[in-house]
């Protein structure tokens, strides 16, 4: 049973900055797909960012491409998004998520098995 637990959520000022982290237990980290999602409130889950197991290979919805990045510490079983100059409509709770890899997608809920309990991000204005 893998386990993904989320920190470093919280409240910043709208130019502020980030970091999020996810640990995954349980399982071997290693050809294991690892993305973020956020979803707000009365809106559905969407993709954030995505990176491929090795780390070669990264992924980002257009909205944060360029203000986001992720990246992952296979040796501690982590991944991280890295969030700057956030805005209000980035407020959201963020989740983690996490699947066998297989070389295709990513960007759909469907696409991973396992969630974590997710994290509140609040931007201000």
């Known amino acids: 049973q893998v386990q993904l637990v989320e920190s470093g959520g919280g409240l910043v000022q709208a130019g502020g900055s980030l970091r999020l982290s996810c640990t995954a237990s349980g399982r071997t980290f290693s050809r294991y797909d690892m993305g973020w999602f956020r979803q707000a409130p009365g809106k559905e889950r969407e993709f954030v960012a995505g990176?491929?197991?090795?780390?070669?290979?990264?992924d980002y919805a257009d909205s944060v491409k360029g203000r986001f990045t992720i990246s992952r510490n296979n040796a501690e079983n982590t991944v991280y998004l890295q969030m700057n100059s956030l805005k209000p409509e980035d407020t959201a709770v963020y989740y983690c998520s996490g699947r066998t890899s297989n070389g295709y997608g990513g960007r759909t809920t469907h696409d991973y098995t396992d969630w974590g309990q997710g994290t509140q991000v609040t931007v201000s204005s």
């Open positions: 990176i491929r197991w090795s780390g070669g290979s990264t």
